[in-house]
């Protein structure tokens, strides 16, 4: 059974972990290595980092940045979800996704957006399956590995947020 919960401090290593194996599938970020604690905390909100636990094990995480520090842009935020590749096609993403949305509008959020490697197509099929939408494509917006990667740009806009 896999239950989605709140982000603890003491789940940092596994959290770590996950990302690491996203680093090196080479689809899943630019980054070449995980940030510490204390870096990654700084760039993420607090009141929308979760996990997914299966048997005790952090199987998943998701959480969001903020995508600046200006007024006009403070319920825009970055997804950022990563699945244990053991967990993979179980459903987690889908289920941190849902949560994670319904997260983000509990706490003002009334724009998610996602920018995804186009090769990563369960990805974007899971994003899209979530109502985001695609909103352009950044053409060699940077280099990984010596290659330069375009990224697609998904965008979803809360119904309930930002409505008025």
Request: a neutral charge; aromatic letters at 8%.
């Amino acid at each position: 059974m896999v239950l989605i919960d709140n982000m603890l401090d003491s789940d940092w290593e596994q959290v770590r972990d996950i990302y690491i194996e996203g680093i090196n599938s080479g689809n899943a970020t630019f980054e070449k290595k995980a940030p510490n604690w204390e870096e990654w905390n700084e760039g993420h909100v607090a009141q929308c980092r979760l996990v997914a636990r299966e048997d005790g094990k952090v199987a998943g995480w998701a959480a969001l940045s903020p995508v600046s520090n200006r007024s006009a842009y403070a319920g825009v935020a970055e997804v950022s979800i990563y699945i244990r590749q053991d967990s993979s096609g179980k459903g987690i993403g889908s289920k941190l996704l849902k949560v994670l949305i319904e997260t983000s509008e509990r706490n003002g959020f009334w724009t998610l957006r996602s920018g995804i490697f186009p090769e990563n197509a369960h990805s974007i099929k899971l994003h899209t399956n979530f109502g985001f939408k695609l909103a352009g494509r950044q053409e060699r917006i940077g280099k990984l590995n010596g290659i330069w990667r375009d990224v697609a740009i998904l965008e979803r806009r809360s119904e309930v947020v930002g409505v008025d």
